[in-house]
C-alpha cells in the first residue's frame, strides 16, 4: 500500500513538472538587459561601427573589444534574466523554480551555442557585417524555444527579434543596427517596464 501510494505521488510530481511553466519574468532584469543593449549599441556607434559596411574587413584591437563588448552583453542578458526569472519564481513561491530555471537555460542553450560559433567563425575572418541579424536569429530562436516553458510574452519578443534578425540579414536595407537597437534594446526595456509595473520588478 505504502509503495503503491509512493509511486501515485511520484507519477502526479511528474506529471506536474511536465506542465509546469517557470511564470515569473523579472521585470528589473529585462529592464537591465535593455539598458545594456542601449549602451553596447551607443558604443558602438560612437566608433563608427554601427553602419553594416564599416565592419567588414574589421580586424585588431577594434574588432576585438567590440566582439567583447557585443558577446558580454548578450551573454549579461540572457543570465541576468534566468536569474531574474528564478528570484521571482521562488519569491512569488512558484514551486519547482530551480528544475523549471535549468529547463529553460537548456532549452536556450542550442540556438545560443550557434550563435556563438558564427559569431567565432565571422570574427576570425573579420566579416562583420550581418553580426547583429546572426545575432537576433539566434537568440530569437532561443527565445522561442524557451516560452515552451515559460510565458507567451517570451515567444513574443523572441518572434520580434526573429523579425529583426531577417531585415537584419537582407543585404541592402542596412536595417541591422537599428533593428538591434530595437529588439535587444527597447524590446526588453518595454516588455521589462510592462511586467515590473503590473507583476513587479
Known amino acids: 500500500m505504502q509503495q503503491t ?13 511536465a506542465n ?18 542601449f549602451l553596447a549599441a551607443g558604443f558602438t556607434s560612437q566608433v563608427g561601427m554601427a553602419e553594416s559596411p564599416a565592419r567588414a574587413g574589421l580586424a585588431g584591437e577594434t574588432l576585438t573589444n567590440l566582439v567583447i563588448l557585443w558577446g558580454a552583453t548578450l551573454v549579461l542578458s540572457v543570465f541576468l534574466n534566468l536569474l531574474g526569472m528564478l528570484h521571482r519564481a521562488r519569491k512569488d513561491g512558484q514551486p519547482l523554480a530551480a528544475r523549471l530555471g535549468r529547463r529553460v537555460l537548456f532549452a536556450m542553450l542550442p540556438a545560443l551555442a550557434v550563435g556563438g560559433a558564427l559569431t567565432l567563425g565571422l570574427a576570425m575572418q573579420g566579416k562583420l557585417e550581418f553580426i547583429f541579424g ?16 515559460s510565458l507567451t510574452s517570451v515567444r513574443m519578443l523572441g518572434i520580434f527579434t526573429l523579425i529583426g534578425g531577417l531585415l537584419g540579414v537582407i543585404p541592402g536595407l542596412n536595417l541591422d543596427f537599428i533593428m538591434y537597437t530595437s529588439t535587444f534594446g527597447a524590446g526588453h526595456f518595454l516588455l521589462g517596464t510592462w511586467v515590473g509595473v503590473r507583476y513587479g520588478w
Open 20 to 37: 509546469s511553466r517557470l511564470t515569473s519574468l523579472s521585470g528589473g532584469a529585462l529592464v537591465a538587459s535593455g539598458v545594456l543593449a
Open 134 to 149: 546572426v545575432w537576433m536569429l539566434c537568440y530569437g530562436a532561443a527565445l522561442i524555444a524557451a516560452s515552451a516553458h
Open 5 to 17: 501510494s509512493a509511486t501515485d505521488l511520484q507519477t502526479i510530481r511528474a506529471a506536474l513538472e
